[in-house]
């Protein structure tokens, strides 16, 4: 039997604009590795980075960005796990970005740490709201 509909919690639009922006993020990376592993059959990138290395970082990246298109749907799915999972990527985020700005003092690196810090903060409200820890209690 089905639960009657006042039992059951839909999904906060909190949680929903995480999944979104966690599933373009992936598609991102993926794209990302895409072009790694198409340049690095290139010869020469105009450096002293190998081909090779191109390809171990574009494959890296296609793994990072499957896990995170996987870690997306988890959170639509109710999953604890990715809820946490995104939890500590957050969190660590957030202290790479603060010794970003303790120890490199350039605008770029200061405004990109600042920005980092601001929406890992924002992902984490969203995810830790009293909507949205309704939902993944159920």
């Known amino acids: 039997m089905t639960e009657p509909a006042s039992n059951i919690v839909r999904r906060p639009g909190s949680v929903t604009l995480v999944v979104v922006l ?43 960005g499957i896990v995170t298109i996987a870690v997306g749907v988890g959170l639509r799915n109710r999953s604890r796990l990715a809820r946490m999972l995104v939890t500590v990527l957050m969190v660590i985020d957030i202290i790479g970005g603060i010794i970003n700005l303790i120890w490199f003092r350039s605008s770029q690196t200061v405004t990109s740490s600042i920005i980092t810090i601001i929406v890992s903060v924002i992902v984490l409200a969203l995810l830790w709201n009293r909507r949205a820890s309704e939902f993944f209690a159920q």
């Open 22 to 64: 966690t599933i373009i993020s992936g598609i991102l990376t993926l794209l990302g590795a895409l072009f790694l592993l198409l340049l690095g059959g290139a010869a020469s990138l105009g450096s002293n980075v190998s081909g090779v290395a191109v390809v171990v970082v574009g494959v890296l990246y296609l793994i990072f």
